[in-house]
């Protein structure tokens, strides 16, 4: 004799089976408030020596690599009058392990009156999930990349993760 599954239990597997299968994209899409403009990797890429570069992450996280040319901002310590040598006008690209917390440094500048400001999409994960270079403290190319903690590291596809 077969065992049946009642209609509702088999609705309440599957919702929590279901829970969390978001594809990256959703995942971003589900952060950010859009109130800094993004700019994809693909984009980025070719014009890194035009635009300055924000990392909106810990000192560990920095250490561990960054995207070369990067200045190292803390987000928890992040005053404007850290970047007052940067022009308002200047095109300025924020990012941090996946945007959110650059999202809120970026609406920082707006504040102030930077005119430029982007939130690189996906962070440095999707940064290093496009398969580009993220490099250590002595700017060698390096594949570590921190991972923030286990749960948001599950969105680093690509790379070395550290902890």
């Not at 930077?114 to 398969?131: A, D, H, Q, R």
């Not at 594949?143 to 993760?161: C, E, I, M, P, Q």
């Amino acid at each position: 004799m077969k065992k049946y599954l009642p209609p509702f239990l088999l609705i309440i597997i599957s919702t929590f089976t279901s829970c969390g299968q978001k594809t990256f994209d959703e995942k971003m899409q589900s952060l950010y408030k859009n109130t800094v403009p993004l700019i994809k990797a693909d984009s980025l890429k070719s014009r890194l020596s035009e635009v300055v570069m924000l990392d909106t992450r810990s000192k560990e996280e920095y250490q561990v690599s960054h995207i070369q040319g990067a200045r190292f901002i803390d987000y928890d310590d992040f005053e404007v009058n850290q970047v007052s040598d940067v022009p308002k006008n200047q095109e300025v690209i924020v990012y941090c392990s996946v945007g959110y917390r650059s999202e809120r440094v970026g609406e920082k500048l707006q504040k102030a009156g930077y005119t430029n400001v982007k939130n690189l999409y996906g962070g440095i994960f999707g940064w290093k999930n496009e398969g580009y270079e993220v490099v250590d403290p002595n700017n060698l190319p390096t594949d570590s990349v921190h991972a923030y903690n286990r749960l948001w590291g599950k969105w680093l596809f690509k790379g070395t993760k550290v902890y």
